[in-house]
């Protein structure tokens, strides 16, 4: 029976995430086990390695019923699939489900059904790929171009491609080396027991060497005999000028079958591609990058020359009025003291234009982060700051996925924003919760003072304010921080309020459209 190499486990519940995932191990001690907790893990998984079974539960937020099938069909269309739930669903049509490729519908404590129904899924794809032949070989083909494109960097796509070399070829292993001058770099390698992965040898003396020096496929009889580094076929990534090569072996002696060798060829072909866009996207990345350390540098540069002379004018001022305040009228008295507060109101707007310059575009660091847990944090450091005074709400746990440390700014800003303007109510109330999407929402929603929605344009500029400063105190940089960060993360924020009825801040993180907003704060 056929054993996987790639499991991918979908499970929200961490108890029985750890319980199933030990049962896997037990099973198939030499496969890779990657657990994913929430849609978005799942979907990263899916598209950045390989997988050839997925075994998930129906509840998850986001993939509940069949929506985690649909969505592995999407991406991998040839994965075999094994439900394994909480409780038995007994309007599912089994026979119809197994036609379009769930092998089994299992239930928790039938975990000893697992390793059968996984290996059954298996046989049903191995088989379904023999009997379809060559056009199920070009439909692998076909998904792996999906799974290239999705694809972020050179590492993802030679993951990709070496899973899909070993399927197509029906093959023991799988490898991607690199052209290095004279020498060959085998840089990935999808096998059980890897052999080559992190070596080089001289380009001479490998086959992916002569397929590349050759600029055609090479394919070695017996790899036992052949005296090139044994790989039984590779074939050239970008055979004008090549620049790595792809190759497959088998434990026995296999003469590959002329087709699969042309599909080898059409996936390095793409693989070419994919190479060029990743590479772009890294490029892209890195301009990013220097963007952002550009902003930091005008930031400073901010600081300096204009901090500088905004506290020379308050100093002078404070100096005049030290100094002549019994010479001096009434009337100009309060003109040194519209300067100083001008200066005050000046100092902040520029530690808000500095705080907003690093809040400039650069690369998310994505990780499961729990923004429950963030919230939490925030309000033990409000209540040790100012007391704790009135209610917070919000969920035991709220996992997304996301940059931990900008996550964290637009929960500040939103939740100080709630505080400050529910602070004139008896009892404030401030609650962050969730919308089940997808995409999923998330709010931060307050009792306070609202605003008039009329004025909702003005709600993300910089430096905006909707209510008066002898009110409440602020420079207006906050939700334009928020606007940037949750722009980021591929979201959209927006509002919701009436004047005195307290306002709703609502945020995206992973795309898809959100209403107008309505309001403004």
């Known amino acids: 029976m056929p054993i996987p190499r790639h499991v991918l486990l979908l499970e929200d519940d961490a108890s029985d995430a750890a319980l199933v995932s030990r049962a896997l191990s037990r099973l198939y001690p030499q496969a890779h086990v990657e657990h994913a907790g929430t849609r978005d893990e799942f979907l990263a998984h899916l598209a950045a390695a390989p997988v050839d079974v997925v075994v998930s539960d129906s509840s998850v937020r986001g993939c509940e019923g069949l929506k985690a099938f649909y969505l592995t069909r999407e991406r991998k269309p040839h994965v075999g699939f094994v439900y394994l739930t909480g409780f038995k669903e007994a309007e599912r049509d089994l026979p119809a489900l197994k036609a379009i490729g769930v092998t089994a519908f299992l239930t928790k404590p039938d975990l000893g059904s697992l390793g059968p129904a996984i290996e059954e899924a298996l046989v049903d794809r191995d088989r379904t790929r023999q009997s379809i032949g060559?056009?199920?070989?070009?439909?692998?083909?076909?998904?792996?171009?999906?799974?290239?494109?999705?694809?972020?960097?050179?590492?993802?796509?030679?993951?990709?491609?070496?899973?899909?070399?070993?399927?197509?070829?029906?093959?023991?292993?799988?490898?991607?080396?690199?052209?290095?001058?004279?020498?060959?770099?085998?840089?990935?390698?999808?096998?059980?027991?890897?052999?080559?992965?992190?070596?080089?040898?001289?380009?001479?003396?490998?086959?992916?060497?002569?397929?590349?020096?050759?600029?055609?496929?090479?394919?070695?009889?017996?790899?036992?005999?052949?005296?090139?580094?044994?790989?039984?076929?590779?074939?050239?990534v970008r055979a004008i000028e090549p620049v790595g090569a792809i190759g497959v072996y088998w434990a026995e002696p296999t003469m590959p079958h002329p087709q699969a060798v042309r599909l080898l060829q059409a996936l390095a072909d793409a693989t070419a591609v994919a190479l060029d866009n990743a590479g772009a996207f890294e490029q892209l990345h890195e301009q990013v990058k220097t963007r952002?350390?550009?902003?930091?540098?005008?930031?400073?540069?901010?600081?300096?020359?204009?901090?500088?002379?905004?506290?020379?004018?308050?100093?002078?001022?404070?100096?005049?009025?030290?100094?002549?305040?019994?010479d001096l009228g009434a009337g100009t008295r309060e003109a040194i003291d519209g300067v100083l507060g001008c200066a005050g109101r000046m100092r902040s707007m520029i530690d808000g234009l500095i705080e907003c310059a690093r809040a400039a575009p650069e690369p998310i660091v994505r990780r499961p982060v729990d923004l429950a847990r963030l919230a939490r944090e925030l309000d033990a450091e409000r209540a040790a700051a100012v007391g704790r005074g009135g209610d917070f709400v919000c969920p035991a746990s709220l996992p997304v996925t996301g940059d931990e440390a900008l996550l964290r700014r637009v929960l500040q800003n939103l939740l100080d924003n709630a505080w400050k303007f529910s602070s004139m109510r008896e009892t404030p109330r401030v609650e962050l919760g969730v919308l089940a999407g997808p995409p999923d929402v998330y709010f931060v929603r307050d009792n306070g003072a609202g605003f008039d929605p009329q004025r909702a344009s003005k709600l993300f500029g910089l430096f905006q304010r909707l209510h008066r400063d002898a009110d409440f105190p602020g420079t207006g940089v906050?939700?334009?921080?928020?606007?940037?960060?949750?722009?980021?993360?591929?979201?959209?924020?927006?509002?919701?309020?009436?004047?005195?009825?307290?306002?709703?801040f609502f945020f995206t993180l992973t795309g898809g459209e959100a209403p107008a907003a309505s309001g403004g704060r």
């Open 134 to 236: 060559r056009l199920a070989g070009y439909e692998r083909l076909v998904g792996v171009l999906t799974e290239l494109s999705q694809a972020r960097d050179r590492a993802s796509v030679l993951r990709v491609v070496c899973a899909a070399a070993r399927d197509l070829a029906h093959a023991d292993g799988a490898t991607f080396a690199l052209h290095e001058g004279a020498a060959c770099f085998y840089a990935e390698e999808d096998a059980m027991a890897p052999l080559w992965k992190g070596r080089r040898f001289p380009a001479s003396g490998a086959l992916c060497g002569w397929a590349m020096a050759h600029r055609q496929p090479a394919i070695a009889a017996d790899v036992f005999t052949d005296p090139r580094v044994p790989l039984a076929v590779s074939v050239p």
């Open 292 to 326: 952002g350390a550009e902003a930091e540098a005008f930031a400073y540069a901010v600081s300096h020359d204009l901090r500088t002379p905004v506290r020379h004018i308050a100093a002078f001022a404070d100096r005049l009025a030290a100094g002549h305040g019994h």
């Open 478 to 504: 906050g939700l334009a921080i928020v606007q940037r960060i949750v722009g980021q993360h591929g979201g959209r924020v927006w509002a919701e309020s009436r004047p005195d009825e307290g306002a709703t």
